[in-house]
């Protein structure tokens, strides 16, 4: 039982236009939520994360919408650009004390080609 | 800071060889996990710590023991060797004052079982 899934292995952009890279989880109880991107031969590295109890949160280029009726929640890259080109996993967390404490739920990944 | 440290980065073992994975982390973190990278299944957790001398299963800890006598060290061994433990092994830590979760990942080990 697959609890974070994304169901895009692939996307394809132009430089310049917006990324938009979706994550679906299946249990409420998670309250952390994190994206990692990866490249070829390296370990994965922390982009930005959300707590249950918010809806965006920013970083400069990078946006996470958190939508907590739907259970989902989604990566915004803007402007997109050609070294962004990568392995991008969401991740969910629990709380301190649930079964999850501490642990990350990867989904499978969503591989990002920016086209220059 | 090397940060998170493994080797070797690449192996390759018969079936029913054992072999050890290690793990280094110099960021004082009490959490260490591990994690094996499959085509199309993500990272799936093996084995976690939550400080030195505990130790618990993740998501697939069959084929796979840990132990952590010190705070900066987590090997990973596999005791006899299978073809399904072809992956690539990655092993994080976390520190007490990660907000949400976050964990450091290391470069990773390129496991092949032939």
């Known amino acids: 039982d697959q609890q974070v899934k994304q169901n895009s292995p692939s996307l394809s952009v132009q430089e310049g236009r917006i990324s938009i890279l979706n994550c679906d989880y299946t249990?409420?109880?998670?309250?952390?939520f994190l994206w990692y991107k990866k490249y070829p031969a390296e370990g994965p590295t922390f982009l930005i994360s959300?707590?249950?109890?918010?809806d965006k949160n920013e970083d400069g280029r990078f946006t996470v919408f958190l939508n907590k009726s739907a259970k989902h929640l989604s990566l915004h890259i803007v402007p997109s650009q050609p070294g962004d080109s990568a392995v991008y996993f969401c991740?969910?967390?629990?709380?301190?004390?649930?079964?999850?404490?501490?642990?990350?739920?990867f989904g499978q990944g969503t591989t990002l080609q920016v086209k220059p | 800071n090397a940060g998170v440290t493994q080797t070797p980065k690449f192996q390759v073992l018969k079936t029913g060889q054992s072999m050890t994975l290690q793990c280094a982390q110099d960021?004082?973190?009490?959490?260490m996990s591990w994690y094996r990278q499959d085509p199309g299944m993500g990272l799936r957790l093996i084995h976690y710590?939550?400080?030195?001398?505990?130790?618990d299963q993740g998501e697939v800890p069959n084929g796979y023991n840990v132990s952590r006598s010190t705070t900066e060290d987590f090997p990973l061994r596999l005791l006899s060797a299978a073809p399904s433990q072809t992956s690539v092994y990655f092993c994080?830590?976390?520190?007490?004052?990660?907000?949400?979760?976050?964990?450091?990942f290391g470069p990773g080990t390129r496991l092949t079982v032939l």
């Open positions: 994080a830590s976390r520190g007490g004052t990660s907000g949400h979760n976050e964990q450091f």
């Open positions: 249990n409420s109880m998670f309250d952390y």
């Open positions: 959300i707590s249950s109890i918010k």
């Open positions: 991740a969910a967390s629990g709380r301190h004390g649930s079964s999850n404490t501490g642990k990350l739920i």
């Open positions: 960021m004082n973190h009490e959490y």
């Open positions: 710590s939550v400080g030195a001398g505990i130790t």
